[in-house]
């Protein structure tokens, strides 16, 4: 059957809710063509950026996702449109004056040092990478930067406690780590003929729309693939910007006056953690009780990170770079890597591109269709256990390297379900031609999530539990204990 053909079969299969296809609570601005013309308008202009200010001031002081630096945003998005032809270099600049300004202010002053250290240190590398391009650092560059930091933190692990040098160590890896990935995408753009400047490069490390140790959104390389290039896509990117805004209040109300009133206050289902220490505590607990509470966590806590990414996409996107979401519509996803996909776009693009390329060019080429496969189990796998590993570089200096890599190991079980399902989720070959809705689409939707949902009891980073007490809560769960 022809791409046409199937596509006539899926369209005349009957869907519920059909004649809601075309309602939307937030219209299509970028779409109308009145409304781009008025944006490219001094007065338009002024309308948008005082439009998504107060939106933003607003975002600020609900109860879930707090922004600090809001102001900074706002001062920022303002030079920016009055200036799109030196955008990169205000970019700069407003990362620098919330990094080394704002922050000496309301941090402590070490933390600038160590922060200024290692934006410096990242320019060096950068610098000796594009020096010595044609030496294995040049040909290897992401995996010399990953090889040495690791080596780096074990090393400091064995450092004597109480010591000058081991505090001075744990006081400055934990702030590089969070400029490691960033440094990373920087290394992989040492080839581009039109690679921007280590300057240009280092003003887009944390920056100013915000980010966390996975950069928002990506590297400089993907910046100027998405960068505005005349006056209607800028207007077209701010007016996403807004909107993408405008939906994140919408979820961080409903979250904050109406999903947890409900289910926590009028239903009484209690918190995932308070449910999980019970277990920990051996106190007893129904069954149902539990799945209620992992439940109603996994939808909670899928709401407040499209809140989170939807923010920092939308300033990105008000300064002019039309990036795509960090989350969008993980719920509709059909299969295991769709959802992977949907759910936080730019952290399974960084492993796409830290691990997933490198394993698959170089490695596994007479493995045929399992490259894939193992590939996959590189980036979803080992990648993502050693980006949580050397993010929370805390538990290494409490607990010592193997100490706390045996507290890891919830989470590397974790990584080795999720990415042997991803793995099998992309060489399975699903024909939905002619299902109808709930056999083609309801029903893969609910299998993808409940499969999400129940691994959820061992995706854990922050606090190191012995994965005997994950697989004692889901035997709970079914019951199987008491």
Same mark, same amino acid.
């Given at each position: 059957?022809?791409?046409?053909?199937?596509?006539?079969?899926?369209?005349?299969v009957?869907?519920?809710?059909?004649?809601?296809?075309?309602?939307?609570?937030?219209?299509?601005?970028?779409?109308?063509?009145?409304?781009?013309?008025?944006?490219?308008?001094?007065?338009?202009?002024?309308?948008?950026?005082?439009?998504?200010g107060?939106?933003?001031?607003?975002?600020?002081?609900?109860?879930?996702?707090?922004?600090?630096?809001?102001?900074?945003?706002?001062?920022?998005?303002?030079?920016?449109?009055?200036?799109?032809?030196?955008?990169?270099?205000?970019?700069?600049?407003?990362?620098?004056?919330?990094?080394?300004?704002?922050w000496?202010?309301?941090?402590?002053?070490?933390?600038?040092?160590?922060?200024?250290?290692?934006? #410096?240190?990242? !320019?060096?590398?950068?610098?000796?990478?594009?020096?010595? $391009?044609?030496?294995? &650092?040049?040909?290897? *560059? @992401? /995996?010399?930067?990953?090889?040495?930091?690791?080596?780096? #933190?074990?090393? !400091?692990?064995?450092?004597?406690?109480?010591?000058?040098? $081991?505090?001075?160590? &744990?006081?400055?890896? *934990? @702030? /590089?780590?969070?400029?490691?990935?960033?440094?990373?995408?920087?290394?992989?753009?040492?080839?581009?003929?039109?690679?921007?400047?280590?300057?240009?490069?280092?003003?887009?490390?944390? *920056? @100013?729309?915000?980010?966390?140790?996975?950069?928002?959104?990506?590297?400089?390389?993907?910046?100027?693939r998405i960068?505005?290039?005349?006056?209607?896509?800028?207007?077209i990117?701010?007016?996403?910007?807004?909107?993408?805004?405008?939906?994140?209040?919408?979820?961080?109300?409903?979250?904050?006056?109406?999903?947890?009133?409900?289910?926590?206050?009028?239903?009484?289902?209690?918190?995932?953690?308070?449910?999980f220490?019970?277990?920990?505590?051996?106190?007893?607990f129904?069954?149902?009780?539990?799945?209620?509470?992992?439940?109603?966590?996994?939808?909670?806590?899928?709401?407040?990170?499209?809140?989170?990414?939807?923010?920092?996409?939308?300033?990105?996107r008000?300064?002019?770079?039309?990036?795509?979401?960090?989350?969008?519509?993980?719920?509709?996803?059909?299969?295991?890597?769709?959802?992977?996909?949907?759910?936080?776009?730019?952290?399974?693009?960084?492993?796409?591109?830290?691990?997933f390329?490198?394993?698959?060019?170089?490695?596994?080429?007479?493995?045929?269709?399992?490259?894939?496969?193992?590939?996959?189990?590189?980036?979803?796998?080992?990648?993502?256990?050693?980006?949580?590993?050397?993010?929370?570089?805390?538990?290494?200096?409490?607990?010592?390297?193997?100490?706390?890599?045996a507290?890891?190991?919830?989470?590397?079980?974790?990584?080795?379900?999720?990415?042997?399902?991803?793995?099998?989720?992309?060489?399975?070959?699903?024909?939905?031609?002619?299902?109808?809705?709930?056999?083609?689409?309801?029903?893969?939707?609910?299998?993808?999530?409940?499969?999400?949902?129940?691994?959820?009891?061992?995706?854990y980073?922050?606090?190191?539990?012995?994965?005997?007490?994950?697989?004692?809560?889901?035997a709970?769960?079914?019951?199987?204990?008491?």
């Amino acid at each position: 059957m022809s791409a046409a053909a199937g596509t006539q079969v899926a369209a005349s299969v009957p869907r519920p809710f059909s004649f809601l296809r075309g309602f939307r609570i937030i219209p299509r601005l970028e779409t109308f063509p009145r409304v781009v013309t008025f944006a490219q308008t001094i007065i338009g202009k002024i309308a948008i950026l005082a439009l998504f200010g107060l939106g933003l001031y607003y975002a600020t002081w609900l109860h879930y996702i707090h922004n600090p630096r809001w102001i900074v945003q706002i001062c920022f998005l303002v030079a920016v449109t009055a200036l799109p032809q030196y955008r990169r270099i205000v970019l700069a600049l407003g990362t620098f004056g919330w990094a080394f300004g704002i922050w000496w202010q309301w941090a402590e002053r070490p933390q600038i040092v160590q922060a200024g250290v290692s934006v #410096v240190c990242a !320019a060096l590398i950068s610098l000796l990478a594009i020096r010595f $391009r044609n030496t294995w &650092f040049g040909r290897r *560059p @992401v /995996a010399t930067l990953l090889t040495g930091f690791a080596l780096t #933190v074990f090393v !400091a692990s064995y450092l004597p406690r109480g010591g000058s040098l $081991r505090t001075l160590a &744990f006081d400055f890896l *934990p @702030v /590089a780590a969070a400029y490691l990935w960033f440094l990373a995408y920087s290394l992989m753009d040492i080839t581009a003929k039109n690679r921007d400047s280590v300057a240009s490069q280092v003003g887009a490390y944390q *920056p @100013v729309w915000g980010s966390t140790a996975t950069p928002f959104p990506k590297g400089s390389a993907y910046l100027r693939r998405i960068e505005a290039k005349n006056p209607e896509q800028l207007a077209i990117a701010q007016l996403k910007g807004l909107k993408l805004l405008a939906w994140s209040l919408v979820l961080d109300l409903f979250l904050t006056y109406a999903y947890t009133p409900f289910v926590h206050g009028y239903m009484g289902i209690p918190f995932y953690e308070f449910v999980f220490h019970l277990s920990l505590l051996r106190a007893p607990f129904k069954w149902y009780i539990g799945w209620a509470s992992l439940i109603s966590e996994f939808f909670e806590r899928m709401i407040e990170f499209s809140i989170f990414g939807h923010r920092i996409v939308a300033v990105c996107r008000m300064a002019g770079f039309l990036a795509l979401r960090n989350t969008w519509r993980p719920l509709a996803s059909r299969s295991i890597a769709e959802f992977w996909n949907r759910y936080y776009y730019y952290f399974k693009e960084l492993l796409v591109d830290c691990f997933f390329y490198p394993a698959f060019m170089r490695y596994f080429k007479r493995w045929g269709r399992w490259r894939l496969f193992a590939s996959t189990v590189a980036a979803a796998g080992f990648g993502n256990a050693f980006f949580h590993f050397f993010r929370d570089l805390n538990y290494v200096d409490d607990l010592g390297f193997w100490g706390a890599l045996a507290g890891f190991q919830s989470y590397i079980f974790y990584t080795i379900v999720l990415s042997v399902g991803i793995g099998i989720s992309q060489m399975r070959e699903r024909n939905t031609e002619n299902l109808n809705w709930i056999r083609g689409h309801l029903i893969p939707a609910l299998c993808v999530s409940s499969f999400f949902c129940v691994l959820r009891v061992f995706d854990y980073t922050f606090k190191r539990y012995p994965i005997s007490e994950s697989f004692r809560f889901l035997a709970h769960l079914f019951n199987l204990v008491s």
